[in-house]
């Protein structure tokens, strides 16, 4: 008698949802992780080399009403997707897609408890579903004004790299894909699974900010010429402590309407914003020198290195000196040097 075949399911379903202005590097790069970590749980619980997650890329064509799956490691199976993935979208940053196919389908397939994930520009998509309404969301940090707009009742965080509500979850950056795919594999395959995977793949486990990498990118076309002024100003003072009132003298107006207006052409505080920029400048000497973090300081107004150091901190999400080791240029061009003489 015949023996029938069985293929069991798999512990995992993940999708990918692309469309025409979908990221490929996202998808790939997506597909190998999860890829990698079906491996690395299978090792390690012992089961050769089967794998416990299937991956399918969903895909909405221009122009048609259906989404399809256009690849799938267990098309025999009848789809139960856990959750699914918008990767980095480029259209989707520049047009509103809200008459996609995708918009209904996500919604449909959120309302049946499948986890709603999205990628930088892929955020967008996201926030055309209305799934992101009232809660903050993270995108790249040089998209994070124009999402604001497009987007206003959504809260937006672009400090952050991955922000979890655990039905919904949104990531910045380009590249940030892997560390959401590393938040998902601990979450579904555990810790030890998600370490494993970082580790094969030479990346930083989750943890990371966008804020590290960062540029400060200050408002400009607020329409207020004076501010404008200041603006400009304040950037080659940005060694120096200036107050209120030197900023309101050099502006020619009183201090009190100087706040005001600058508050609202910058969306911050005078003081904010100086902090932003010596922070800048504090940056290019940590990279492009060997001067020591109390000198670096004091060159930019500090006359307390601890409260340069917490500063330094609050914008950042690392000290001076973390910041030196993971960006400092100067062992690089050495390193450079060297080889370039052997």
């Known amino acids: 008698m015949a023996k029938t075949a069985t293929f069991l399911a798999p512990d995992l379903e993940i999708g990918l949802v692309c469309d025409a202005g979908t990221s490929l590097a996202g998808v790939h790069g997506l597909t190998d992780l999860f890829t990698y970590a079906a491996e690395m749980s299978a090792k390690l619980r012992g089961n050769g080399g089967s794998t416990s997650i299937r991956i399918v890329h969903w895909l909405a064509r221009d122009g048609e009403s259906n989404v399809i799956s256009a690849t799938d490691s267990h098309p025999w199976l009848p789809h139960a997707p856990n959750v699914l993935i918008l990767p980095g979208n480029l259209r989707a940053t520049q047009q509103s897609l809200a008459s996609s196919a995708l918009i209904p389908w996500l919604r449909q397939h959120h309302a049946a408890g499948v986890v709603m994930a999205a990628v930088c520009g892929g955020v967008f998509l996201l926030a ?119 900023i309101a003298d050099y502006a020619c107006l009183q201090p009190r309407t100087l706040l005001r207006r600058f508050t609202s052409a910058t969306g911050m505080r005078p003081s904010e914003y100086q902090q932003r920029l010596r922070v800048t400048r504090a940056r290019e000497m940590l990279e492009f020198s060997r001067r020591s973090i109390d000198d670096i300081a004091e060159s930019i107004g500090y006359d307390d290195t601890g409260s340069f150091r917490r500063v330094f901190h609050k914008i950042m999400g690392l000290t001076p000196s973390d910041y030196r080791r993971r960006f400092s240029r100067v062992e690089t061009t050495k390193f450079k040097a060297i080889a370039e003489h052997r």
């Open 128 to 246: 055309e579903t209305g799934l992101l309404t009232g809660r903050q969301a993270t995108t790249h940090w040089a998209l994070a004004d124009h999402f604001a707009a497009r987007f206003p009742d959504v809260l937006v965080e672009s400090d952050r790299m991955v922000i979890d509500y655990g039905d919904v979850m949104t990531a910045g950056g380009v590249l940030a894909w892997a560390d959401l795919g590393l938040r998902l594999t601990e979450r579904f395959l555990g810790l030890t699974v998600m370490l494993e995977t970082a580790r094969y793949m030479l990346v930083d486990p989750p943890g990371r900010e966008q804020r590290f990498y960062s540029d400060f990118n200050p408002k400009t076309k607020h329409g207020d010429a004076a501010i404008l002024k200041v603006q400009q100003w304040l950037w080659t003072q940005r060694e120096c402590s200036l107050s209120v009132a030197d």
